[in-house]
């Protein structure tokens, strides 16, 4: 691996029940990450913390790890890119997030 690369990004929602980061390069789905539910029953902010460490590859050899943490302000990650080759031209402008919040209804369904 010869360049690193860093990406990082947020969503201001506190991941009550996770969710998931879909990350994708040209446009095209590279990985869905798991967002960790942070810890509802801490008592302060640094208590709520959850992290959850993903690695993954493309078809490029261009290795990745995703670090995600989750609290009871916002989730938070960054994405590690390590680049097979010396200059990958535009990679750190393919790469974008998507982040979902899993929101848990409060409706109830009788069967």
Same mark, same amino acid.
């Given at each position: 691996?010869?360049?690193?690369?860093?990406?990082?990004?947020?969503?201001?929602?506190?991941?009550?029940?996770?969710?998931?980061?879909?990350?994708?390069?040209?446009?095209?789905?590279?990985?869905?990450?798991?967002?960790?539910?942070?810890?509802?029953?801490?008592?302060?902010?640094?208590?709520?913390?959850?992290?959850?460490?993903?690695?993954?590859? &493309?078809?490029? %050899?261009? *290795?990745?790890? @995703? +670090? $995600?943490? !989750?609290?009871?302000?916002?989730?938070?990650?960054?994405?590690?890119?390590?680049?097979?080759?010396?200059?990958?031209?535009?990679?750190? &402008?393919?790469? %974008?997030? *998507?982040?979902? @919040? +899993? $929101?848990? !209804?409060?409706?109830?369904?009788?069967?």
């Amino acid at each position: 691996m010869n360049k690193k690369l860093i990406l990082k990004g947020n969503k201001n929602i506190p991941p009550v029940n996770g969710g998931y980061i879909y990350i994708y390069k040209y446009n095209n789905e590279l990985h869905i990450a798991s967002v960790p539910s942070f810890n509802i029953t801490a008592d302060n902010y640094l208590n709520s913390m959850v992290d959850n460490t993903e690695f993954f590859s &493309d078809n490029e %050899k261009n *290795e990745y790890i @995703i +670090n $995600i943490n !989750s609290n009871r302000n916002n989730v938070e990650w960054e994405l590690e890119i390590f680049c097979n080759k010396q200059d990958e031209p535009g990679l750190i &402008d393919a790469i %974008k997030f *998507e982040c979902e @919040i +899993n $929101i848990a !209804s409060s409706k109830q369904y009788l069967f």
